[in-house]
């Protein structure tokens, strides 16, 4: 059974940071992209981040390019979201995501992501 388990969401005040990790077990994820996803409260899923397998590409949404930084660390089988300079309107559920196939190329696309992680609440305050 494969699990993916996010840590480091919290509380933070504008302008803040906080560093995202998922931790993965059940499959060595280094022949799978990854990714991170984000649902707002009201507001559907959104794509956040994503990285190659062997983190030479990494793509972001435009509302945290420059303030986010997606890596990760295939000997500890974690990915990792950097966030800095948050806004209130980065409040959210993070969910990490690992490629549906292996050897798979990177996608902004929720559909080509199984499995996922349970999530962890991100909240900025203004």
């Known amino acids: 059974q494969v699990l993916l388990e996010e840590s480091g969401g919290g509380s933070v005040q504008a302008g803040g940071s906080l560093r995202l990790a998922c931790a993965v077990s059940?499959?060595?994820?280094?022949?799978?992209?990854m990714g991170w996803f984000r649902r707002a409260p009201g507001k559907e899923r959104e794509f956040v981040a994503t990285?190659?397998?062997?983190?030479?590409?990494?793509n972001y949404a435009d509302s945290v390019k420059g303030r986010f930084t997606i890596s990760r660390d295939n000997a500890k089988n974690t990915v990792y979201l950097q966030m800095n300079s948050l806004k209130p309107e980065d409040t959210a559920v993070y969910y990490c995501?690992?490629?549906?196939?292996?050897?798979?190329?990177?996608?902004?696309?929720?559909?080509?992501?199984?499995?996922w992680g349970q999530g962890t609440q991100v909240t900025v305050s203004s």
């Open positions: 990285i190659s397998r062997l983190s030479s590409t990494t």
């Open positions: 059940g499959r060595t994820i280094s022949g799978y992209p």
């Open positions: 995501a690992a490629g549906r196939t292996l050897y798979g190329r990177v996608s902004y696309t929720a559909d080509d992501y199984n499995p």
